[in-house]
């Protein structure tokens, strides 16, 4: 008796699918603040460490993240590398201002 050959069926449906890029850094568009941001994940080969604007905290090198720009002619310098828990939580958040303990709360 021969072994039993899982075939995929409909296999015309599956070359449908657009293929994700290679590391899977997809852009996209989201908005924060009322503009528009492109935002890009990307899997953190790069050996720097970046700082997150969420919480405040290093991001190390090897750790994936995500990178956000304005969308209107930004340039390098306005690309902020974001901890993904932190840029899916960026609304929720106040602002990672550091302050002294008797500076006002506002």
Known sequence: MSPRRNRISGSADRSAEQPAPIGGSLRRTESFRGEEWVVQTVAGTAGRHYRCP??????????????????HGAGVEDRRHWHRACWSARERRGSAIQRGRGAPRY
Do not use: R, S, Y
């Open 54 to 71: 969420g919480c405040d905290q290093e991001i190390p090198p090897g750790t994936g993240h995500v990178v956000a720009w304005p969308d």
